[in-house]
């Protein structure tokens, strides 16, 4: 599979990660806000960084989510992806993120954080692999250790999660692992749509002995 590499030092950095953090209006969305008459009615994500988030999942790489703000589709979109960590409404986020430690038994230096504002930065500089995204802040950019090609919500957090894949030189076990679970999940279903065999009546069922006409 071919994926460029990241530079020497920052493939290091990201070996190290054994979990990665995440926040959501920026990053896991362009940032932009959806309001409906009952506040926030939407939001928008990108099916390949849920890829990502599932492929990192499947390969012992935790992810959480730090978010200020909350909404039910978020909730809906975190509990699909089966995103267990995920600290919402929390403003302090630096605070979250100790919890976060805590609640994984992991160090700073383990973790990489995915950042896009001015909120961010406290836990960017606590962490062992502060990342931003391509049109995260520019005072967010200068700080991060690593920013993007793409943007939030436009893949961004799969190109990290390929990128963390590779880094461990698991990347392509990695997709192997997932097509060979998704297809055995579909071969399942193609044995569970086949014909039991003619229905009594049905085109192909035995008609049985001729008895004549009435």
């Known amino acids: 599979m071919s994926l460029e590499p990241l530079p020497s030092p920052l493939r290091e950095a990201a070996r190290r990660v054994r979990a990665l953090l995440l926040d959501v209006d920026g990053v896991l969305t362009d940032g932009r806000l959806h309001y409906g008459a009952e506040g926030e009615a939407l939001k928008v994500f990108h099916v390949r960084d849920g890829l990502g988030i599932k492929l990192l999942a499947q390969e012992g790489v935790p992810v959480a989510v730090i978010s200020a703000r909350?909404?039910?589709?978020?909730?809906?979109?975190?509990?699909?992806?089966?995103?267990?960590?995920a600290l919402l409404g929390r403003e302090q986020k630096l605070?979250?993120?100790?919890?976060?430690?805590?609640?994984?038994?992991?160090?700073?230096?383990?973790?990489?954080?995915?950042?896009?504002?001015?909120v961010d930065l406290p836990v960017m500089r606590r962490v062992g692999l502060a990342i931003t995204v391509a049109d995260g802040h520019p005072l967010v950019r200068a700080e991060a250790a690593w920013v993007t090609r793409r943007g939030g919500g436009?893949?961004?957090?799969?190109?990290?999660?390929?990128?963390?894949?590779?880094?461990?030189?698991?990347?392509?076990?990695?997709?192997?692992?997932?097509?060979?679970?998704?297809?055995?999940?579909a071969s399942d279903r193609g044995r569970d749509l086949e014909p039991r065999g003619p229905r009594a009546g049905g085109p192909g069922a035995d008609p049985g002995p001729d008895r004549g006409s009435p």
């Open 70 to 85: 909350r909404s039910v589709p978020l909730e809906r979109r975190l509990e699909e992806l089966g995103v267990r960590e």
């Open 154 to 185: 436009q893949g961004a957090v799969r190109e990290i999660a390929d990128a963390l894949l590779e880094a461990r030189d698991r990347l392509e076990a990695a997709c192997e692992a997932y097509l060979d679970a998704a297809g055995g999940a």
């Open 95 to 118: 605070g979250a993120l100790e919890e976060v430690l805590a609640r994984l038994g992991l160090e700073p230096s383990e973790i990489a954080y995915v950042g896009d504002d001015l």
